[in-house]
């Protein structure tokens, strides 16, 4: 996913301002695997393949992202913390 792009996304929930944090970039900087997390409701949307899971809660499959969410937190990645 484009940076230009992710700067123009806003948490579905309550509007507010997202964090990128980026695990794993292309040769262009374009984000492949990362999250974004909203301050305000503490939700985070992981990024898997270059497109961010945005769903309403009600329709994720938690059990689906937590392997991945397990796998950047061993790998040193604050979860909902900050920064790119």
């Given at each position: ?41 503490k ?42």
């Open positions: 996913m484009k940076l230009e792009t992710i700067k123009k996304l806003c948490c579905p929930f309550d509007k507010a301002e997202l964090t990128l944090t980026s695990i794993t970039k292309d040769v262009d900087g374009n984000v492949i695997e990362g999250f974004l997390s909203c301050q305000d409701c939700r985070l949307f992981p990024i898997i393949k270059g497109i961010p899971i945005m769903n309403p809660d009600e329709y994720r499959e938690f059990k689906l992202e937590q392997p991945l969410l397990d796998r950047w937190q061993k790998s040193g990645h604050r979860l909902g913390g900050g920064g790119e």
